[in-house]
């Protein structure tokens, strides 16, 4: 199985479970190059969360391949106060969609996870094999371990059933299509919108959740569209490959950034009410560089693209 690459997207049926969201629709502007059919179905015709509805419309739709980026997100607050949906929801697609992808014979997928799988304190950057040598971060530990069984069901269905199913990790996600829900919503489109809302009620100061001590590596969402339709053609192997860029930057550096960005000149209010969540979390890409992949958009370059995105979307 590991030989079967380059695989080719050529002509190929390729559903995108997940089409809507931030990452889904990346990975559907990637793939208009590569010409291949686009397969995507919304979630009023079909119910990722129901296993026969799921492989009735694989089997009737036949992709050849999928990307696997329907999931239930958010940032920390949504993770530490909604355990049981980020861990049942995950859990329920995930299973479904690899199953189903199986029993109907799709010839490749890529299963797609998040840099929180690995241990609060692992050593710095994280390799792909610091994966279960810790305890995780309490505040994502659900979404955590659903994501962990997604890569783990990918290895089993390869070693049982020699299926060419693959895994890769992203850090942390912003770009075009966020969710900038104040509630739910990952720190870049909050701030963006905290940012916004500030300079036009001209606020004395904005206030940041945490310490603004903690460290994180950002990703624009299509560099992570390139990297994983990139995998696709040439990766096929059990272990699972982490897409970053290799730069971090504190959270009060990134709220700094986004000020700038948004053209907000007042203060910023630590509030430690809130939770840090995890210290740092800065990925090891040799694995991902080697093939021959990188990152190519700055954060400040991002940052304005998804500002803009921010003022076009309905959102503001
Ligand atoms: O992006 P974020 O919610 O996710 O928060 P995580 C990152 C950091 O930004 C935390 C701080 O230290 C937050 O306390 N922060 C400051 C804010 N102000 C804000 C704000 O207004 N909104 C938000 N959301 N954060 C998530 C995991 O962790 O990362 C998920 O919970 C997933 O499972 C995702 O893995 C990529 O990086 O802390």
């Given at each position: 199985?590991?030989?079967?690459?380059?695989?080719?997207l050529?002509?190929?049926?390729v559903?995108v479970?997940g089409?809507?969201?931030?990452v889904g629709?990346a990975i559907c502007r990637q793939l208009?190059?590569e010409?291949?059919?686009?397969?995507?179905?919304?979630?009023?015709?079909?119910?990722?969360?129901?296993?026969?509805?799921?492989?009735?419309?694989?089997?009737?739709?036949?992709?050849?391949a999928v990307f696997l980026a329907?999931?239930?997100?958010?940032?920390?607050?949504?993770?530490?106060?909604?355990?049981?949906?980020?861990?049942?929801?995950?859990?329920?697609?995930?299973?479904?969609?690899?199953?189903?992808?199986?029993?109907?014979?799709?010839?490749k997928l890529m299963f797609l996870g998040?840099?929180?799988?690995?241990?609060?304190?692992?050593?710095?950057?994280?390799?792909?094999?610091?994966?279960?040598?810790?305890?995780?971060?309490?505040?994502?530990?659900?979404?955590?371990?659903?994501?962990?069984?997604?890569?783990?069901?990918?290895?089993?269905?390869?070693?049982?059933?020699?299926?060419?199913?693959i895994s890769a990790m992203p850090?942390?996600l912003?770009?075009?299509?966020?969710?900038?829900?104040?509630?739910?919503?990952?720190?870049?489109?909050?701030?963006?919108?905290?940012?916004?809302?500030?300079?036009?009620?001209?606020?004395?100061?904005?206030?940041?959740?945490?310490?603004?001590?903690?460290?994180?590596?950002?990703v624009?969402v299509d560099d992570c569209a390139s990297a994983l339709v990139f995998l696709m053609k040439n990766y096929?192997?059990?272990?699972h490959v982490n897409i970053?860029?290799?730069?971090?930057?504190?959270?009060?550096?990134?709220?700094?950034?986004?000020?700038?960005?948004?053209?907000?000149?007042?203060?910023?209010?630590?509030?430690?009410?809130?939770?840090?969540?995890?210290?740092?979390?800065?990925?090891?890409?040799?694995?991902i560089?080697?093939?021959?992949w990188?990152a190519?958009?700055?954060?400040?370059?991002?940052?304005?693209?998804?500002?803009?995105?921010?003022?076009?979307?309905?959102?503001?």
């Open positions: 199985m590991s030989n079967n690459i380059p695989y080719s050529r002509d190929k049926r559903w479970a089409h809507r969201g931030m629709s208009e190059k010409n291949c059919e686009i397969l995507s179905v919304d979630r009023q015709h079909l119910n990722l969360r129901n296993q026969q509805a799921v492989s009735d419309w694989v089997a009737a739709q036949k992709p050849d329907a999931a239930t997100v958010g940032g920390i607050y949504a993770n530490d106060t909604r355990p049981a949906e980020f861990l049942y929801d995950n859990l329920i697609i995930e299973a479904n969609i690899i199953h189903a992808a199986k029993i109907n014979d799709v010839e998040s840099a929180c799988i690995y241990p609060r304190e692992a050593s710095q950057p994280m390799s792909e094999d610091a994966l279960l040598t810790g305890p995780l971060e309490p505040t994502n530990e659900w979404y955590a371990i659903a994501k962990i069984a997604g890569i783990k069901m990918c290895q089993a269905y390869r070693k049982q059933y020699d299926c060419d199913y850090n942390n912003y770009g075009p299509g966020d969710n900038f829900d104040l509630e739910t919503s990952h720190v870049v489109p909050a701030l963006i919108r905290k940012f916004h809302e500030a300079k036009h009620e001209a606020k004395p100061n904005v206030e940041i959740w945490g310490t603004g001590n903690p460290l994180r590596e950002f624009h096929s192997d059990e272990p970053g860029t290799g730069e971090e930057i504190s959270i009060a550096g990134l709220a700094e950034t986004v000020s700038k960005t948004v053209g907000y000149n007042g203060d910023l209010r630590f509030n430690t009410d809130y939770p840090d969540g995890a210290p740092r979390k800065l990925l090891d890409c040799q694995k560089l080697q093939l021959g990188r190519e958009i700055s954060l400040e370059n991002g940052l304005e693209d998804a500002y803009e995105s921010f003022l076009e979307s309905n959102q503001v």
